[in-house]
């Protein structure tokens, strides 16, 4: 089992900025593949980033592309989405996931899941 822990939501101006973190126990959290996925009320959920395991490459859709950068540090733990110049349609839960596979996370079916944290933007 691997346990998802988000942290870093909050309430924030339009155009400001926040970072969220993903802290992992369990097994050995450094062959995962991360991703952060959020959730607004009337919407679908919608995959925001993701970072293989191996090489750590990086993975968005249009919607954030140059504004939500995600890493992870060099033990690979935690993972960490800066969210940069943030608008009002950016206000959700945002969830942490992990996959041992990169295409179960890019397809939004990762195994594990973390609790989300709130992310409200004002305009």
């Known amino acids: 089992q691997v346990q998802l822990v988000e942290s870093g939501g909050g309430v924030v101006q339009a155009g400001g900025s926040l970072r969220l973190s993903c802290a992992a126990s369990?097994?050995?959290?450094?062959?995962?593949?991360m991703g952060w996925f959020r959730h607004a009320p009337g919407k679908v959920r919608e995959f925001v980033a993701a970072?293989?395991?191996?090489?750590?490459?990086?993975y968005y859709p249009d919607s954030v592309r140059g504004r939500f950068p995600i890493s992870r540090d060099n033990a690979k733990n935690p993972v960490y989405l800066q969210m940069n110049r943030l608008k009002p349609e950016d206000t959700a839960v945002y969830y942490c996931?992990?996959?041992?596979?990169?295409?179960?996370?890019?397809?939004?079916?990762?195994?594990?899941w973390g609790q989300g944290t709130q992310v409200t933007v004002s305009s």
């Open positions: 996931a992990a996959d041992l596979a990169l295409s179960t996370v890019l397809r939004g079916t990762p195994t594990y």
């Open positions: 369990g097994r050995t959290f450094s062959s995962y593949n």
């Open positions: 970072i293989s395991w191996h090489v750590g490459s990086t």
